[in-house]
């Protein structure tokens, strides 16, 4: 049903439209002008108001979408799981069913269970963005590291890129693949068997269980979290040996010296990167984040419009 998908509603990415994507990359640039050049933001939102309903811990997603609404003049309310009402039992739907009879214009979600926007759909009138739901979808990250390859690149088309590390876990993973296939990037995924679900490659993804091979065979690496809330560590001998046989270090890196290495964050760092890496000039981890706050304003724009 169109009418779950962007611009009503911004669940994922798999079913985005091409033309949206364009029209909210042609917006993430103008207002990532904005943002560095510290230009006053024309308060188009400022009749609306929203709810941020994080069950899930962040720092980039939700100051961002909290920074984003606020230079749009939207009211803004936070809501945080832990210090609310499910703390005495309450349930996800009754939290729920009190946010409708507060009529918000727009609710930001971030849940550990995939799905859970479509159930905010079902139950709230409000429009719906995902901020990440489970190891299912996380498009606003996708969309930002779009941009981010874009501006770098110029173009997706044949651009190779690789996804390092559990890609069974990764929301962030599932987006940027069906993202980046629908503008025929070159897409494949690096890590151990145990990270890489066993039907990847029917996504049209190429599988690299080496990562020297995915450095020397790709522009851009992006480096996921070993997410150990997922139990991803229990897929793992351990994070030392995932380190010694995946971590992205300077030493690999000479084998491609011009790739570009992205994460989403949070790192760990000496896991899945290191320090030096993430500082260097191959990162364009924290362009990312400046990218993140600029594609919000982009989105809230286009929703606004209808
Ligand atoms: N990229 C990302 O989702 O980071 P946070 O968990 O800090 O929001």
């Given at each position: ?9 911004l669940?994922?990415?798999r ?12 917006l ?33 997603t939700?100051?961002s ?11 803004v309310?936070n ?20 946010i ?18 479509a ?32 501006e ?13 590390g ?9 987006s ?22 066993a039907?990847?490659e ?22 996921l ?28 890196l ?13 790192m ?24 993140g ?9 286009l929703?606004n419009?209808?």
């Amino acid at each position: 049903m169109a009418e779950l998908n962007f611009p009503y509603h911004l669940t994922g990415l798999r079913n985005m439209e091409t033309d949206h994507f364009n029209k909210i990359f042609k917006l993430t640039k103008i207002y990532k002008q904005k943002i560095l050049n510290k230009t006053p933001f024309e308060k188009i939102l400022e009749d609306k108001s929203i709810i941020n309903l994080f069950f899930e811990d962040s720092t980039r997603t939700r100051t961002s979408f909290e920074l984003a609404e606020k230079k749009l003049g939207m009211n803004v309310v936070n809501f945080s799981a832990s210090g609310s009402s499910i703390s005495k039992g309450e349930s996800f739907l009754d939290t729920l069913k009190n946010i409708e009879s507060m009529k918000f214009d727009y609710i930001v979600i971030r849940h550990q269970d995939s799905g859970t926007p479509a159930i905010c759909i079902k139950h709230t009138s409000s429009k719906v963005i995902n901020a990440g739901d489970g190891i299912n979808e996380h498009p606003t990250q996708g969309l930002l590291d779009l941009f981010t390859l874009t501006e770098t690149f110029g173009s997706l088309k044949n651009l190779k890129v690789c996804i390092v590390g559990n890609i069974s876990h990764s929301r962030v993973a599932l987006s940027n693949i069906f993202a980046l296939k629908k503008f025929k990037a070159n897409v494949s995924v690096c890590g151990p068997l145990s990270f890489i679900p066993a039907c990847i490659e029917g996504l049209g993804v190429n599988v690299y269980l080496n990562i020297d091979d995915a450095i020397k065979n790709n522009d851009a690496l992006n480096i996921l979290r070993v997410q150990t809330e997922r139990d991803a560590a229990t897929l793992l001998p351990s994070l030392n040996e995932y380190s010694r046989h995946y971590g992205i270090n300077s030493e690999r890196l000479k084998n491609n010296p011009g790739i570009k290495i992205m994460h989403p964050g949070p790192m760990n760092i000496n896991v899945e990167i290191d320090h030096k890496v993430s500082a260097s000039e191959n990162s364009l981890i924290f362009e990312q984040v400046t990218n993140g706050l600029a594609v919000k304003c982009a989105v809230f724009e286009l929703m606004n419009e209808i």
